[in-house]
């Protein structure tokens, strides 16, 4: 749409006026360009040139010299495989989580309070509450509250609803709850921008063409808040699945449940293995861009509103 | 009711509805029954309660009290999903992430309705948009995106058709031919509609039985020309149309007809087109009934004489030119005269005399009592006065 838009002034007769007309857009483009050149795609080109470096022979560790050492990504994928899997599927199932608990909070804040503006702006406040303070001290404070010793695991355990040695924190489901927690505004906030633009005559117009309300929601309502949907999606998915505090020891986590992130972070800081970094860093962009870009092109936001 | 279409239009009867919103009430025990295949039209100024009735017919807000029934059955209670009712609304609502088709098929494939595609096309080709079947909404026209609504409503052959002003959107050419199509597909297919508008002409060209509404009550009821011709109360006979009325004592009544002293001169209608015989009573007559004299004509047996009067505005409106002519007394009185030769017959500020036939004049049911004396003559002035600016606006739109 943007682009039929585009389109229909650069085929505007008086030529001379086009002419003039891109050229400052190309004026007003120039600092994005410079901005993303010099901090996008240098640092991006000395990422790849840096997953093919090859150790300096008899060198220190840490020292590696420009090489074409493929192998660097056989390597990689065959020790961290487990790893790469793992963040995917904990990062799926962070943003179905995550959107199960935005859809219906955005929904009621979007469409049900939207006869109180005073109560909605409070509803938005406090869903962009937690960001005033900082994550890491929330993740912290979810790590105590998980613990063995928390009132909330004892009573657990003391209720028998959990057996006894069983532990919240360091599984897979603490680091889940911890990425869906975290997540749970960037999923809400655009869910409700479409939520709060649905025109209810929609909803009325369906129920008045014989569906029942279950399935006026599934086929005008969802639908309508698609682009919602999608970039909540995308902005959940996104850095769910390069996330390295929530599955780090130090947080929610434990070794059983590192993520790629944590893999990225242990070989750069740690071990000082910077092309294996850089080459997962890499599998990790081009992983997420594929299903990302499947995603976007058969959700057509293109057509959507 | 699932799978199946209704066999043909069904009554729909409102029994003592009563709407209440926080703070006012829209509807105050309402009754009307409309017959199966008929084409009713509830017409009434905005805020007069005929939105709502219609949404509550449609289901789309529940009833204080009172009861709805459809083909005798009460459907009160249930939801508007529920209703063999289609509505086509003021918005259309045609849902944007769908197709034309999909958007025509959607109550179809909801009760189930076997080649719901099939008779969506069909749907279509009678709205003669079958061509753009897999356009989005949005790429069509405001009167396209209308008739896909009408289609998208009339493809689930409900027993009972709302239509929410559904013409309003559209320019004066494309609301003539609309009318005429909706006409047209209402005997074809012989459904009941109920048609909600606040444009008179529009609710008098297409309906069979025109309810007008005023205050969440039904004012008057009938035929558009009985309506038209026998207004019953000062607001019916300024809504539909215009109308010249005067307020005076009964000085005289008779078996046939009754005369009003009206600022010392006698006006006499009929006594079967008056609804008061006795007392202060308000007769009026429309301004075509009205013939215009420039010298004092004769007094006749059945025809009522006023003036002189003198012509405060001349406005030309093509088929017919609208004179506003002021008589001492009486106050501002309207006239349409046909342009039966080019132009205007007389010209402003000129000496005139009115005569009608006293048949054509009527009598309310109003008491003038609970009324300011004259005060229909300002509301007719100001009628008059939008009745211009509208027409003004179509001449510039056409």
């Known amino acids: ?25 190309l004026w007003l483009l120039l600092p994005g360009i410079l901005y993303l050149a010099l901090f996008f795609l240098a640092p991006l080109l000395s990422l790849v040139i840096m997953s093919f470096q090859a150790p300096v022979e008899f060198g220190d560790i840490g020292q590696y010299q420009t090489a074409f050492k493929w192998e660097n990504y056989t390597t990689v994928i065959g020790t961290y495989g487990p790893h790469i899997v793992r963040s995917f599927v904990f990062a799926a199932t962070a943003t179905v989580a995550a959107l199960l608990f935005s859809f219906p909070l955005a929904y009621f804040i979007g469409v049900k309070l939207r006869r109180f503006p005073l109560l909605q702006a409070l509803a938005l406040t406090l869903v962009i509450a937690p960001f005033f303070i900082s994550f890491l001290l929330r993740t912290l404070a979810w790590k105590q509250l998980l613990s063995d010793e928390s009132w909330l695991v004892s009573s657990l355990h003391g209720l028998q609803l959990l057996p006894p040695g069983v532990h919240v924190t360091g599984t897979a489901f603490s680091v889940i709850f911890g990425l869906t927690y975290n997540f749970i505004p960037f999923m809400t906030l655009p869910i409700y ?48 699945a390069g996330d390295y505090i929530n599955a780090s020891r130090d947080f929610l986590g434990s070794t059983d449940t590192a993520m790629i992130g944590n893999v990225i972070e242990a070989n750069f800081l740690v071990l000082q293995n910077y092309p294996a970094a850089a080459a997962l860093s890499l599998i990790l962009m081009v992983a997420i861009l594929i299903p990302v870009s499947v995603y976007v092109v058969r959700s057509g936001t293109d057509d959507l509103l | 009711m699932a799978g199946s279409f209704a066999e043909s239009g069904a009554d729909l009867e409102l029994v003592g509805i009563t709407k ?70 003021q918005s259309y609502a045609l849902f944007p992430h769908m197709s034309v088709l999909e958007n025509v098929a959607f109550g179809l494939k909801r009760r189930r309705i076997a080649d719901a595609t099939a008779k969506a096309h069909e749907a279509l080709r009678l709205v003669e948009l079958d061509h753009l079947a897999q356009r989005k909404p949005q790429q069509l026209s405001g009167g396209q995106q209308q008739r896909v609504a009408l289609a998208r409503a009339v493809v689930n052959r409900p027993a009972l058709l709302l239509l929410d002003e559904p013409l309003g959107a559209l320019d004066l050419k494309l609301r003539r031919q609309m009318q005429i199509e909706l006409k047209t597909i209402q005997q074809d297919v012989g459904l009941t509609f109920l048609h909600v508008t606040h444009d008179q002409e529009e609710a008098m060209t297409m309906a069979d039985t025109v309810a007008v509404m005023n205050k969440g009550q039904i004012e008057q009821m009938g035929a558009p020309e009985e309506l038209y011709e026998l207004p019953r109360t000062a607001f019916v006979a300024n809504f539909l149309g215009q109308s010249n009325l005067f307020t005076g004592p009964v000085v005289s009544s008779t078996a046939t007809s009754i ?48 003036g002189p009067g003198r012509v405060t505005d001349v406005s030309f409106s093509g088929v017919s030119t609208q004179y506003q002519v002021a008589v001492p007394g009486l106050g501002s009185m309207v006239v349409f005269a046909q342009n039966m030769v080019f132009g205007p017959v007389v010209s402003l500020g000129a ?40 027409l003004e606006a179509e001449l510039e739109g056409a």
């Not at chain 1, 749409?1 to 857009?25: L, N, Q």
């Not at chain 2, 409309?34 to 007069?48: D, K, N, R």
């Open chain 1, 1 to 25: 749409m943007a682009f039929g838009a585009f389109a229909s002034t650069a085929t505007a007769p008086a030529e001379p006026v086009v002419r003039r007309r891109s050229r400052v857009a």
């Open chain 1, 193 to 240: 921008a479409s939520l709060e633009r649905l025109d209810l005559r929609y909803v009325e117009a369906g129920g008045d063409l014989y569906a029942s309300p279950a399935s006026t929601f599934l086929r005008v309502t969802v639908p309508l808040a698609a682009p919602g949907i999608i970039s909540g999606a995308l902005l959940t998915f996104i850095p769910a």
């Open chain 2, 20 to 89: 209440r919103f926080p703070g006012f009430t829209a509807i105050e025990d309402l009754n009307l029954t409309i017959p199966a295949g008929s084409f009713f039209a509830l017409l009434g100024p905005s805020g007069c309660g005929k939105t709502t009735t219609l949404r509550l017919v449609a289901g789309l807000e529940e009833a204080t009290a009172g009861r709805i029934l459809i083909g005798g059955k009460d459907v009160t209670t249930t939801k508007s999903f529920q209703r063999p009712v289609n509505t086509v609304f």
């Open chain 2, 259 to 306: 005369v009003v002293d009206v600022a010392g001169r006698r006006i006499e209608i009929p006594t079967e087109r008056a609804q008061r015989h006795a007392g202060d009573v308000t007769v009026g007559v429309r301004p075509e009934k009205l013939m215009l004299h420039t010298s004092a004509p004769e007094e006749q047996p059945d025809i009522n004489v006023v």
């Open chain 2, 351 to 390: 000496e005139v005399w009115l005569t009608w036939n006293t048949d054509h004049g009527f009598g309310l049911a109003d008491d003038p009592a609970d009324a300011p004396r004259f005060a229909a003559d300002t509301d007719t002035q100001s009628l008059a006065l939008q009745k211009r600016e509208k």
